[in-house]
């Protein structure tokens, strides 16, 4: 069974600049899940999909990130403008409803 | 929100050792799971335990879920086993909240 797939693995911008990560949850798996993770810290959620629908993205910084799930399948988050503290680990995890969550292998994000 | 607090923060190990993590958490919950973050970022799933014990070769884990806490086990640690622990624990929503983990080094 594959994984969760996302890309790119590693980026690196200029603050102010604009960037997009992908991911691609296990096959069948109705939940997915955005979180950062700041170097020395553990993962922290951004946001939740259920099927299409949003769930919680109560610790979207919403007015620089978002993210949309289309067809319930692939997921898109994108950050515009980047700050310097956006530097971090982007790590997606998708499941079945409420049950074991997988991670990707993330990407790590460079702000200069 | 629920808290999740790891112990200790930092472990050294001599090859062969063995080791105990402890996560204390705060409120019931629904899911609790451990992982192991290799030196490149993954995060590599251990046990899917909101309750009750498991086992998988070297490594075992138990959750007693009315006294809010769950242990990690490593018996006969390899130098493999370096890199940093995470319990995270999630409610309702399905959320997972993360404590701040567990840095594992091994010596051969």
């Known amino acids: 069974e594959a994984g969760v797939a996302q890309s790119p693995r590693y980026k690196i911008i200029e603050k102010r600049q604009s960037v997009a990560f992908w991911c691609n949850p296990i096959?069948?798996?109705?939940?997915l899940y955005w979180y950062q993770q700041i170097l020395g810290q553990g993962p922290k959620l951004l946001i939740q999909f259920q099927n299409n629908g949003v769930v919680d993205d109560s610790q979207l910084p919403k007015d620089r990130f978002s993210a949309e799930r289309l067809k319930g399948v692939d997921s898109t988050l994108k950050i515009q403008p980047a700050k310097l503290e956006d530097s971090a680990v982007y790590l997606c995890?998708?499941?079945?409803?409420?049950?074991?969550?997988?991670f990707g292998p993330g990407t790590r994000l460079t702000v200069l | 929100g629920i808290q999740v607090e790891q112990s200790p923060p930092d472990l050294i190990l001599q090859e062969g050792a063995n080791s105990t993590l402890r996560c204390n958490f705060s409120d019931s919950v629904n899911n609790l799971q451990w992982f192991h973050q290799n030196p490149w970022g993954q995060l590599i799933n251990l046990f899917y335990?909101?309750?009750g014990t498991k086992q998988n070769g070297r490594l075992s884990a138990t959750t007693v879920a009315t006294e809010r806490y769950s242990l990690l086990y490593i018996s006969s640690s390899q130098t493999t086993d370096s890199g940093v622990y995470f319990c995270?624990?999630?409610?309702?929503?399905?959320?997972?909240?993360f404590g701040q983990g567990t840095t594992l080094q091994v010596k051969p």
């Open positions: 335990i909101p309750s």
């Open positions: 096959s069948g798996h109705a939940t």
């Open positions: 995270a624990v999630a409610g309702n929503t399905g959320k997972l909240i």
């Open positions: 995890a998708s499941s079945s409803v409420r049950d074991t969550q997988y």
